[in-house]
C-alpha cells in the first residue's frame, strides 16, 4: 500500500461506525475460577471505594469552583490551618485502606495455596512461542500463534484482521485441562522474560530463565480461554497467545491419549512397537 | 510564608568578569542560573516534540488492528525510546529548569550555588540524548526492549547497547550534579531570615526531591554498568546460564524507579503549592503538614519498590509487605490533595491558564492515584499488571500530572522571564484542547486494560479495536495541541502586553519583588526575610 492509501484507510476506520464488529467491553472479566470470581469482587469493591472518594473530594472542589470565585464578588478568607481537619483526612483514609488491605490480604492467602494438585503442566517460554509439557503424561508440546493469525498479521499483508476468526488469540496446540480439577502450571522460560496470563484465570505469572515459577486454577466452566504473553520478549511479544481448553473429564482423557501418539515422549518408539 | 522587605534592583553592570560573550559562546559558556533555566526549559521541550513523535508512531500504528505502518521490531523500538526521552529528556529537564529559575529567586540568591557545574550538568543533556537518538541509525536499531531494560532481553539489543548504556550513565551524573546543586544552594543561600519552614513549598519539594536523586541516581548507574559487563566482560549478576539472577535486576532497577516515580511528581506538588494559593487569593492551608506529606512520600518511596514486580513471583509475606506499604503512600497524598481542596476553599478564586491547569492537575492527578490504588492491591494486580490499565495509570499520573503541573508553571512564571503577558486567550484554548484530548487518549486505556489487552504489544486482537481508535485520535489531537503552547511561548518572549514585577494579584514570594523580566543577576543584596 501507498501512503495514500494506507492514509485513507486509516481515516475510514477512523469513522465510527464503520468498524462493525463493536465491542465495548469496560470491565474486567469474571472469570471462571473461585479466585478469579474472588479477584473480579476485590476489584470492584476498591472500585467503589475510589468512588465514594471521588464524589467527596470531587464534589468538595467542584463546590469550591463553583462558589468560591473572585467573580461572584466574595472576599478571600484568610485561615490557612487546622489540625482537627488535618487529623481527620489522615485518619479516615488509614481505616480505609485497612478495610482493603484486609480482604486483599484473605485472597493472597488463598492463592498461595498451592497444595495437592491433581495435575501438574509445565509451560516454558520461548521467543515466541510456549511449550508444554503434561509432567505426569510425558506429553510435551510446542503452542505457536496460529497460521491465518500469524499470515494476516504480516506488515501490510492485505488480510482485513476482521475476517480472521479469533486474531492474534489462536494457537496451533491448545493447553488442554480437565475442568473441576485443580491444575498447577509450573513457568518458566528458556530465553528471555516472558508471562503467562489468563484473564479468565486472573493468573499471570512471569516466566524467568532460571527459575520456575508455581500457579494453580480450577476451572469451573468447560470451553476454550485466551489469554496473552504479557512481559515484553522481543519483536513478536504481541503474537505468542495463550489458549486453554476446559473438558470435562471424559473428552479430557480421550483428547489427552490422543496427545500421547503425538506428542509423547515415547511416541516413536510405540509407533515402531506397532 | 515568606515577604521581601525591600525591592532588589538590578545591578547588570557592576559585575566585573570581563566582557560579556555573545552569540553561541554565551549560551556555552553561560553560568547565570536564568541562562541555565531557559536552557533546560527549552531542551526539554524540543524533547518532548520528539518523544511525542514517537508516541504518535505508536499510536498510528495501533489506530486500527493488523500491522499497517511499522514493523514490530521498530515499534518496541519506538516505545523504549519514547519512554526514555520523556522521563530523562522532557519531564526530568524540564523541573531542573524551573528549580534553575526560580529557586535563587524564591530564596533570594543571587545565583545557584555551583555555577559551573551547573553549566556542565545542562551540556551533558545534548550529548546524552544525541548519543540515545543516534542508536535509531546503528546496525540493528534502537534499545527494544523496554526503558525498564530487564535483562535478558535488553542483551540482545545490537550495538545501540553499549551507546544506550553510556548515555543513561551521562543523564544520571547530569542529575546528580543538577541534584547537588539545587541542595547546596537552597541549604547555603538562603537570604537572612528564610528559615527552612519559611521556604516556598517548590523550594522544599524541591529539595526533598534532590535527594532522592542523589540516592537513586547511582543506583541506577549501578545497575546499568552491571548489565554492561554481563554483556561484554563475561560477568553473570543476571545471566541465570552462569548462576546469576534476572530478577535481581529488577529488584535493583526499581529500588531506582520508583522514587524515581515521585522525583517526577514531588516537583509537580510544588508548582501546584505555588500557583492555587496565588490564584485563590488565600495562603496554602496546613503548610507544614505539605513539607511533612511530601518528606514521608519520599521515605515511602525507598519501601515499596517490589510492587512493579508482583508477578515476577515473591513470598507471600513479600507480597504482602509491599502491599501494605504501598497503601500506605495513599496517606500522605491524600493529605496533599485534602490540603490544595482546603486553599481553594472560601478563597476568591480566578481561573487564568496556570490555574485551570493546577486544577486539572488535582482532578485528573486524583484519577492516577485511584487506579494506584488499585493497583496496589496485589491480587487484582495479577489482573492489571502489564496491561494497558497500567498505562492508563502512569500516563494518567504523568501528563495531566507532572506534565500540566510543568505547563502550569510555565505560564505562571512567563511573565516573570519574558516581561511581557502571555495571550490569556490563546492560553485558555491550549488548556481545554490539551485537557479534553489527554482524557480521550488515556481514559479508553483503562477499559482496554481491564479487557485483556497487555502492553507493548504492536498489534491486538479485534475486540480491542474501538477504544484504540479513540485513542489515536486523541493522542494527534493532544500533539498538536502542543503546537499552539510553542506558538504562545514564542509570541511571549517576543512581545506583549508588559507585565508588571507582581505580574498576577498580589502573590506571595521573592520572585515576585523583583521586575519582570527579571534582570540577569537579581539579589546580588540578599533581602531580608522577616
Redesign the interface.
Known amino acids: 500500500?501507498d501512503i495514500k492509501r494506507?492514509f485513507a484507510?486509516?481515516v475510514l476506520?477512523?469513522l465510527p461506525g464503520v468498524?462493525a464488529?463493536?465491542?465495548?467491553?469496560?470491565?474486567?472479566?469474571e472469570g471462571v475460577t473461585a479466585?478469579s470470581r474472588?479477584?473480579y469482587g476485590?476489584?470492584m469493591l476498591?472500585?467503589y471505594v475510589?468512588c465514594v472518594?471521588?464524589v467527596f473530594?470531587?464534589g468538595?472542589?467542584i463546590v469550591?469552583?463553583v462558589l468560591?470565585?473572585?467573580?461572584r464578588g466574595?472576599?478571600?478568607?484568610?485561615?490557612?490551618?487546622?489540625t482537627k481537619?488535618?487529623i481527620i483526612?489522615?485518619l479516615i483514609?488509614?481505616v480505609i485502606?485497612v478495610a482493603?488491605?484486609v480482604p486483599?490480604?484473605k485472597?493472597?492467602?488463598k492463592?498461595?495455596d498451592d497444595r495437592n494438585p491433581d495435575i501438574t503442566i509445565k509451560a516454558t517460554g520461548f521467543q515466541w512461542k510456549w511449550q508444554y509439557e503434561y509432567i505426569d503424561e510425558g506429553v510435551s508440546f510446542y503452542s505457536n500463534l496460529a497460521r491465518t493469525s500469524n499470515d494476516?498479521?504480516?506488515?501490510?499483508?492485505g488480510?482485513?484482521?476482521?475476517s480472521v476468526p479469533?486474531?492474534?488469540?489462536e494457537v496451533d496446540n491448545h493447553v488442554i485441562v480437565p475442568v473441576n480439577k485443580k491444575v498447577r502450571v509450573l513457568i518458566t522460560s528458556n530465553?528471555?522474560?516472558h508471562?503467562w496470563?489468563m484473564?479468565d484465570f486472573?493468573?499471570?505469572?512471569?516466566a524467568?530463565?532460571?527459575?520456575i515459577?508455581?500457579v494453580w486454577f480450577t476451572a469451573e466452566e468447560p470451553g476454550i480461554y485466551r489469554?496473552?504473553?504479557?512481559?515484553?520478549?522481543?519483536?513478536?511479544?504481541?503474537?505468542m497467545p495463550i489458549v486453554v481448553e476446559v473438558l470435562e473429564q471424559e473428552a479430557f482423557d480421550t483428547r489427552m491419549a490422543a496427545l500421547k501418539v503425538e506428542y509423547g515422549v515415547d511416541a516413536p518408539k510405540l509407533a515402531a512397537t506397532q | 510564608m515568606s515577604t521581601a522587605t525591600h525591592n532588589d534592583a538590578a545591578h547588570d553592570d557592576h559585575h566585573d568578569h570581563g566582557p560579556e560573550l555573545t552569540g553561541i559562546k554565551r549560551w556555552l559558556f553561560t553560568t547565570n542560573h536564568k541562562d541555565i533555566g531557559s536552557m533546560y526549559l527549552i531542551f526539554s521541550l524540543i524533547m518532548l516534540f520528539v518523544g511525542g513523535a514517537m508516541a504518535l508512531v505508536i499510536r498510528?500504528e495501533l489506530?486500527?488492528?493488523?500491522?499497517?505502518?511499522?514493523?514490530?521490531?521498530f515499534y518496541?523500538q519506538m516505545?523504549t525510546m519514547h519512554a526514555l526521552i520523556m522521563i530523562f529528556g522532557a519531564v526530568m529537564p524540564a523541573f531542573v529548569g524551573l528549580a534553575n529559575w526560580m529557586i535563587p529567586l524564591m530564596v533570594g540568591a543571587p545565583d545557584m550555588a555551583l555555577p559551573r557545574m551547573n553549566n556542565w550538568s545542562f551540556w551533558i543533556l545534548p550529548a546524552a540524548f544525541g548519543i540515545l537518538l543516534s542508536t535509531l541509525f546503528v546496525p540493528g536499531g534502537a534499545p527494544?526492549?523496554?526503558w525498564t531494560m530487564?535483562p535478558?532481553?535488553v542483551l540482545?539489543t545490537g550495538d545501540a547497547f553499549p551507546m544506550l548504556i553510556f548515555a543513561v550513565h551521562l543523564m544520571g551524573i547530569s542529575s546528580i550534579m543538577g541534584a547537588i546543586n539545587i541542595i547546596v544552594t537552597i541549604m547555603n543561600m538562603r537570604a537572612p531570615g528564610m528559615t527552612l519552614l519559611k521556604m516556598p513549598l517548590f523550594v522544599w519539594t524541591w529539595l526533598i526531591t534532590a535527594y532522592l536523586l542523589i540516592a537513586v541516581m547511582p543506583v541506577l548507574a549501578g545497575a546499568v554498568t552491571m548489565l554492561l559487563t554481563d554483556q561484554f566482560f563475561g560477568t553473570s549478576f543476571f545471566r541465570?546460564?552462569g548462576g546469576?539472577?534476572?530478577?535481581m535486576f529488577q529488584h535493583i532497577f526499581w529500588f531506582f524507579g520508583h522514587p524515581e516515580v515521585y522525583i517526577m511528581i514531588l516537583p509537580a506538588f510544588g508548582i501546584v503549592s505555588e500557583i492555587i494559593p496565588t490564584f485563590?487569593?488565600?495562603?496554602?492551608?496546613?503548610?507544614?503538614?505539605m513539607v511533612y506529606a511530601t518528606a514521608s512520600i519520599a521515605f515511602l518511596s525507598f519501601i515499596v519498590w517490589a510492587h512493579h514486580?508482583f508477578?515476577?513471583?515473591m513470598p507471600?509475606t513479600g507480597?504482602?509487605f509491599f502491599?501494605?506499604t504501598t497503601?500506605?503512600i495513599?496517606?500522605p497524598t491524600?493529605?496533599k490533595?485534602?490540603n490544595w481542596?482546603?486553599t481553594?476553599?472560601?478563597?476568591?478564586?480566578?481561573?487564568e491558564t496556570p490555574m485551570l491547569f493546577a486544577?486539572a492537575f488535582?482532578?485528573l492527578f486524583?484519577?492516577g492515584g485511584?487506579s494506584g490504588?488499585?493497583l496496589a492491591?496485589?491480587?487484582?494486580d495479577?489482573?492489571y499488571?502489564?496491561?494497558y490499565f497500567v498505562v492508563a495509570h502512569f500516563h494518567y499520573v504523568l501528563v495531566p500530572g507532572a506534565i500540566f503541573a510543568i505547563i502550569a508553571g510555565v505560564y505562571y512564571w512567563l511573565p516573570k522571564w519574558t516581561g511581557h503577558m502571555y495571550n490569556e486567550t490563546l492560553g485558555k484554548v491550549h488548556f481545554w484542547l490539551t485537557t479534553i484530548f489527554v482524557n480521550l487518549t488515556f481514559f479508553p486505556m483503562h477499559?482496554l486494560g481491564?479487557?485483556?489487552m497487555?502492553r507493548?504489544?504492536?498489534?491486538?486482537?479485534?475486540?480491542?479495536?474501538?477504544?484504540n481508535?479513540i485513542a489515536?485520535?486523541g493522542a494527534f489531537g493532544f500533539g498538536l495541541s502542543q503546537l499552539l503552547f510553542v506558538v504562545i511561548i514564542v509570541q511571549c518572549a517576543r512581545g506583549g502586553k508588559k507585565a508588571t514585577a507582581e505580574v498576577w494579584d498580589n502573590p506571595r514570594g521573592l520572585e515576585w519583588t523583583v521586575p519582570s523580566p527579571a534582570p540577569h543577576h537579581t539579589f546580588d543584596e540578599a533581602p531580608i526575610i522577616k
Not at chain 2, 377 to 380: H, L, N, R, W
Open positions: 500500500m494506507k484507510a486509516f476506520l477512523m468498524n464488529l463493536a465491542d465495548w467491553d469496560l470491565n474486567m472479566r479466585i474472588e479477584i476485590l476489584h476498591i472500585f475510589c472518594i471521588a473530594v470531587f468538595w472542589m469550591a469552583l468560591h470565585r473572585k467573580s466574595v472576599e478571600p478568607a484568610q485561615f490557612s490551618h487546622s481537619a488535618e483526612w489522615t483514609p488509614v485502606l482493603m488491605a486483599a490480604a485472597t493472597m492467602v492463592i498461595e494476516a498479521r504480516r506488515l501490510d499483508s488480510i482485513d484482521p476482521e479469533n486474531y492474534l488469540l530465553d528471555v522474560l508471562a496470563w484473564p486472573a493468573i499471570k505469572k512471569d524467568i530463565p532460571g527459575y515459577n508455581q489469554g496473552q504473553c504479557a512481559e515484553l520478549c522481543g519483536q513478536d511479544h504481541g503474537f | 498510528t489506530g486500527q488492528p493488523g500491522m499497517q505502518f511499522v514493523q514490530p521490531d518496541n516505545v527494544a526492549g523496554g530487564y535478558p532481553l540482545q541465570a546460564a546469576g539472577d534476572p530478577v485563590a487569593r488565600k495562603p496554602l492551608f496546613g503548610y507544614d503538614s514486580m508477578t515476577a513471583g507471600l507480597q504482602l502491599m501494605f497503601m500506605l495513599a496517606v491524600g493529605v490533595v485534602f481542596s482546603a481553594m476553599w472560601k478563597g476568591a478564586m480566578t481561573f486544577i488535582l482532578f486524583t484519577i485511584f490504588l488499585m492491591i496485589v491480587p487484582a495479577f489482573q499488571h502489564d496491561s477499559f481491564l479487557a485483556g497487555p507493548r504489544i504492536p498489534d491486538y486482537a479485534t475486540q480491542f479495536a474501538d477504544f481508535m489515536t485520535v
